[in-house]
């Protein structure tokens, strides 16, 4: 069973401050993917990141996927209120070579950030 | 364009009734996921199926509980007889299954209170 670790389990910041959040696993994945949920809804993809080593950004957040495809990072700059929300990784991993591949989710990281 | 439909979005039931919940994927997607959501738990993958065949359980938690796919717009998560421990947010999900980096498209979720 692959398992994702997801650190910090809560953060409260102030607007305007920057936050990094972790999601480790000793299983390396295929494909890595971020998830924001708000309250009443469901998960919401932000990225997909693939190759060991990948940087994506997407305006305010910048999204890493470790050398070894194993952990991915999540930075926020500047941080907004409408960025609070729970941030899922989710890892995916070819099941026995198949096309399709079962998702993962870490346990999330519920982030809110104050005026 | 329609996302993933669930329906109810809340139901609070008591113990040992019976509860099904229903699902329709975004037209033209033919992976669905069925998973559960609790503060303890995090989010937990149930079953999916690719083409309406289910391809694997082994996140059902037992017997109780039974999920099917009688077409590629419908699919339904049935608890037989449900206990307070089932008490959760079920969400259905479904995906183009195009190897293993497909996006997951959720539905908004059915709140699950059993007495």
């Known amino acids: 069973t692959q398992l994702l670790e997801q650190s910090p389990q809560f953060l409260s910041i102030q607007e305007g401050e920057n936050l990094t959040v972790y999601c480790n696993s000793s299983?390396?994945?295929?494909?890595l993917q971020w998830y924001r949920q708000e309250p009443g809804e469901g998960p919401v993809l932000l990225v997909t990141?693939?190759?060991?080593?990948e940087v994506k950004k997407l305006k305010r957040l910048t999204f890493q996927f470790g050398d070894a495809r194993k952990d991915s990072s999540l930075h926020i700059t500047a941080a907004q209120p409408g960025d609070t929300g729970l941030y899922l990784c989710?890892?995916?991993?070819?099941?026995?070579?198949?096309?399709?591949?079962?998702?993962?989710f870490g346990q999330g990281t519920i982030l809110t950030v104050h005026p | 364009d329609a996302g993933v439909i669930q329906s109810p979005r809340h139901e609070v039931t008591e113990m040992g009734q019976e509860v099904t919940l229903r699902c329709k994927p975004i037209?033209?997607?033919?992976?669905l996921f069925w998973y559960r959501q609790t503060m303890m738990r995090g989010l937990e993958l149930l079953i999916y199926?690719?083409?309406?065949?289910?391809?694997?359980d082994s996140g059902m938690p037992e017997d109780r509980f039974s999920a099917k796919m009688p077409n590629a717009s419908f699919s339904t998560l049935k608890i037989q007889p449900s206990e307070p421990r089932d008490s959760a947010v079920y969400f259905c999900?479904?995906?183009?299954?195009?190897?293993?980096?497909?996006?997951?498209?959720f539905g908004e979720g059915s709140r699950l209170t059993v007495l």
């Open positions: 999900a479904s995906s183009l299954a195009h190897g293993s980096t497909g996006e997951l498209f």
């Open positions: 299983s390396v994945f295929s494909s």
């Open positions: 990141v693939v190759t060991g080593g």
């Open positions: 989710a890892g995916s991993t070819n099941a026995g070579g198949t096309s399709y591949g079962k998702l993962t």
């Open positions: 037209s033209g997607h033919n992976s």
């Open positions: 199926f690719n083409n309406n065949v289910p391809i694997d």
